[in-house]
């Protein structure tokens, strides 16, 4: 699979820091200032449509369903680096599908996926996002592959 970033990224092996494959994109997590922020890098659509044109369309603010999801940051107030038990708390997430923030959990798995929960109130929901590898190509565009291919 080829897709095309802007910018090239290294992850350790305890570091949250990195490409990301989400069930529905690639989300490049990586330094704000202070704090950590998960940029949309690209999102998976049918053959022959441009991600680029798919907008936030269930965003609660109206302002805002016109912009492409491609760009969107989904995370914010995160410190940068994770504790010893490989779990950040205090941050809170966007979720694109229905428009609204949650308060959030991001753990490292032993596996190294990172699983990612949102909260509202004591009801919590999540999915685990896998690692990446994104090589930059001699044409400029990267090419993506799974960290942990089984």
């Not at 897709?3 to 704000?32: A, D, H, M, N, R």
């Not at 991600?51 to 609660?60: E, Q, V």
């Not at 038990?85 to 949650?102: C, V, W």
Request: glycine share 10%; charged share 25%; with cysteine.
């Amino acid at each position: 699979m080829l897709y095309l970033f802007t910018q090239q990224v290294e992850s350790s092996e305890q570091s949250i820091i990195g490409y990301w494959l989400t069930p529905e994109s690639i989300v490049e997590i990586k330094y704000c200032g202070d704090l950590l922020c998960g940029q949309i890098k690209t999102i998976f659509v049918e053959k022959g449509i441009d991600p680029n044109t798919i907008l936030d369309s269930n965003n609660i603010k109206t302002d805002l369903r016109s912009r492409s999801l491609i760009g969107i940051n989904l995370l914010e107030g995160f410190k940068k680096e994770l504790g010893s038990n490989s779990i950040l708390r205090g941050g809170r997430i966007y979720n694109p599908r229905d428009g609204k923030t949650y308060k959030s959990k991001l753990e490292l798995l032993d596996n190294g996926n990172i699983r990612v929960e949102g909260c509202i109130l004591f009801i919590c929901d999540g999915e685990d996002w896998q690692p990446m590898i994104v090589t930059l190509n001699p044409d400029g565009t990267h090419t993506a592959v799974l960290k942990n291919n089984p």
